[in-house]
């Protein structure tokens, strides 16, 4: 990926300078193509809860969970750096924050879930200047140091059922906004209903979150994250203010990772320190859903994220076994295929869904 | 003499963390690799002294050692065969190798193991206890545990400082490129680095197994307890390293005294602590 910041063309041609022959462009027609096939499929998705079943549309929350989660680690880890493998944190937070809203003050669980990414963010504000002091791989097991700190706080704290864990009350999820509406255009029970809701709410959240790390890592600001990655002294050296992007990605990425985390319990319902926290759950796949499909692209954790569907489709029923393979795959896609499967596809055939390199063209008009 | 009490527990559970880490900065220090999945490595390797011990019946001393040199040729054929492979600029395929390195051995030993809880059987010696003073007496096992880790890292000492290999080592952990210039291969040397790290691994193994029980979820927060006594003790030192390990022992007894509950939270705060007020550890090398 290019690092470099080349001036903009009405840049140039604002100080005096002839049209350049050079320009900045990301867009191939292939992703042209691909951005109107978007457009479509997301009022199909939006349109789902009315012909799928129930089963089907659980899954999908946890697909569109699970690649939300993935994207935020993409943007975080691979673009960044910032490689954490604690994660878990800011789901675990984000859990906690929405059921202590929920049970303690009766807050409306929709209004909950952006409470919770509330207070990931703000944890995450004040772990930053504290993770920033461990450089690279020490970085790695230090957030998973404090993952599992907090994991350990918030079994002490006994009004959300310490270490044992709690459920949400019917009761409290029977008001929530939307509920009633979706049950009275499908003709659901209020619990089918409520999966309808969460699922409109994984959907927007997923487009939303992949919308905007795909807007961030193609502007300037994105450049100057990469930049900071690759060479931290240098990116400085020509201005790009790299501690403060860092620390905004930092923040912003935990925000984002709590409000899944809240979504999440949402609609599990039922809450315990070892589950929200977990690292398997909610680092492990993660990880393996971007390595598989491909680190630094917009496509691989879509990819990636539809593998780790089809394995647990079929392996799931056998648990330790079902791991073993996934740990197995990612180790092998790591040696061998080092971009994932849709990085090296991307590579050897040229194809671009979502860019995101830029690259200099020569304008048509100025070729002899 | 309760505070007494728990500030020898700590300081011997210390010997034990110290060992964990040890094998930890070993490869940290000289190929800048953070292996995750060193925790569910020295839970593998107690599994695999329990089980020379059980199937093959041999004495825990004699499977041990035995277990030493399978776990340096491990180690050594997991760098060249696999590690190696991504080695680089870019730290993330390691870390993530090393990761899914982890997961793997965790579900690995689940499927051959079980969940159960075991424990390394160490005879009579288990039960023996030395009286330091009037009042004050301390278990056998957990001594020789501190004491190994004290030798463990004088030995390493002296090879780092006074053998060929040491030098090596070192000129390949500071500049690897003109410490090939040199005529050392640097592939062997990390190869090395690697089996040496697997095999101290071994050691740890063992002091910890006859002291607790040990199933194959634990590696990860064996891995947390050797980084923070390696962060505690400050980077590039390994007498710094065993200080660390003993300052998170003694963080986990003291607050395990006050709530059993806070045990395990309280080295992860003093960790936190440490890290706020000296960033560079308590021992800090003064090069590098």
Redesign the interface.
Known sequence: MTTILPERSDQRAAMGHKQPRWRVQSATRLSRIAGIAAAVAVPLLFAMPAWVSRNLLQDLIFVFTMLALAQLWNVLAGWGGLISVGQQAFVGLGAYALFAAVTLSGLDPLLAVLLAGVAAAAVAALLGPLMFRLEGPYFAIGSWVVAEALRLLCAQFKPLGGGTGMSLSGAALANMTGTKWAAALFGLRPAAARDVVVYWMALVLVLGITTAIYVFVRSRLGLGLAASRDNNAAARSVGVRTDRIRYGLWVIVAFATGLVGGLVYLQKARISPDAAFSVVDWTAYVLFVVVIGGVRTIEGPILGVLVLWALQFNLAGYGSLYLLILGLLAIAVMLFLRRGLWGSAAARWEIQLFPVRQRLVRRKSEEP | MGGLDSIVEGVLLGGVYALFAVGLSLI?GIM???N?AHGDIIVFAAFLILTATLALGLSLGVATLLTMVIMFVIGFALQRL?LE??LGDD???P???T??????L???L??GYGADSRRLQAGAFEQVSVPLAPGLSVGLAPLIALITAVVVVALLQLLFYRTALGRAFRATADNPEIAQLMGIDQRNIYALAVGLSLAVSTIAAVTFGIRSNFDPSIG??R??YA??AV?IGGLGSLWGTLAGGIVLGLAQTIGGRIDP?WQ??SG??A??VV??VR?RGLFPARRR
């Open positions: 940290f800048r690799l953070v995750l696999v492979r991504v730290i993330l395929p870390l993530l190798v990761f899914g390195l982890s997961i793997v965790q579900n690995g689940l499927l990860p927060a891995l947390l980084f923070e962060i509950e395990i939270l992860h705060l960790f936190l890290l706020m960033p």
